[in-house]
């Protein structure tokens, strides 16, 4: 069992159990309703709900997050309202982005949540954009962007650490290693198997970090974001995580690695070591993480009826959002 610093409160111990279990919850019925037929594009993030729980739990809503194609626990971790989110996916009008943005554009800004994007990569030279913006306005904003270890070879990442760094900006880039992009092994494709590594070629610090412990990505978070916050500029953060589904609904991952290989992992499921912790220390009783479990089932249910419920777009919205007056 992970020792972490007194820094973690039980109330946030909690509130990280939680966020995870919503997480898994709302992604296991999202999968329901994308094998139904009633959405589509559906990139689930079941078994990496550690990583952006870890980090979200040291920001604020003036601190922004950019995300991926596989983006909806970095959605939830950044507080953006689960029924929006389902309405979104069912491409309604009450949505975070009113329909037109589906499960990889979901986006709410009074949240800091900028965005999830389906561009390998170009989210992270917009996030080291938002953090210097923040340097230049002299607001002790934290700027992070979550990326997968395909994205790890992209230049943009590249250019945006070289300039962070030069620049001290404050920015996290967190590389959510979970072994495959797409159906490529890391081992394949990141040259020494370390995405972490590259971060001294940049004079900025380089972690690599279990994702599948909520905790040890606290611990890591915690020290990154403090150091943003600073001054001190940027840091490099590899966690290791898994995803447990297919690249998306209708990829087999049985094709490209081994039942032996996923099991190593799910018996090391990031919520269920969180919920050891919490009864470990005494924090919570089982019944206390029952009734937690329970209310987020309950949650994302009505964020389904919500978004039943709620209409489409009408037709003269399609034009709308599209470009800004300069007026």
């Known amino acids: 069992m992970t020792t972490i610093t007194s820094e973690l409160t039980s109330e946030k111990a909690l509130w990280m159990f939680e966020t995870m279990i919503t997480i898994r919850r709302f992604e296991e019925q999202a999968r329901r309703e994308a094998d139904s037929g009633r959405l589509r594009g559906l990139h689930s993030s079941i078994g990496q709900e550690a990583v952006p729980t870890g980090v979200c739990a040291h920001l604020r809503d003036d601190d922004y997050v950019l995300g991926t194609h596989r983006s909806h626990h970095h959605c939830i971790a950044k507080g953006v309202d689960i029924r929006e989110m389902m309405a979104e996916l069912f491409g309604k009008a009450t949505g975070t982005n009113k329909g037109k943005g589906g499960t990889m554009h979901i986006a709410d800004i009074n949240k800091g949540m900028l965005g999830a994007n389906g561009v390998v990569g170009s989210n992270i030279p917009v996030a080291t954009g938002v953090a210097l913006a923040a340097k230049v306005q002299g607001k002790d904003s934290v700027s992070v962007v979550f990326f997968g270890d395909g994205a790890a070879n992209q230049g943009s990442l590249h250019e945006s650490m070289n300039l962070a760094s030069i620049w001290k900006l404050p920015v996290l880039f967190v590389c959510e290693n979970n072994r495959y992009a ?70 087999d991952p049985l094709s490209y690695r081994t039942p032996e290989e996923e099991q190593y992992y799910k018996d090391r499921d990031c919520v269920d070591r969180m919920k050891a912790y919490l009864l470990e220390t005494g924090t919570a009783t089982q019944e206390d993480l029952d009734a937690i479990d329970k209310e987020a089932v309950e949650a994302v249910a009505a964020a389904v009826k919500f978004a039943e419920e709620s209409p489409f777009p009408s037709p003269e919205e399609l034009t709308t959002d599209v470009y800004v007056s300069y007026r």
Do not use: C, K, W
């Open 182 to 251: 797409e159906s490529t092994p890391v081992e394949y494709a990141v040259a020494g198997t370390s995405v972490a590594n590259r971060a001294e070629g940049y004079a900025m610090p380089g972690v690599t970090v279990d994702g599948q412990s909520a905790l040890d990505m606290y611990e890591v978070a915690g020290e990154a974001v403090a150091r943003a916050r600073a001054g001190e500029g940027p840091t490099l953060i590899e966690a290791q995580t898994y995803r447990y589904m297919g690249h998306f609904g209708a990829d």
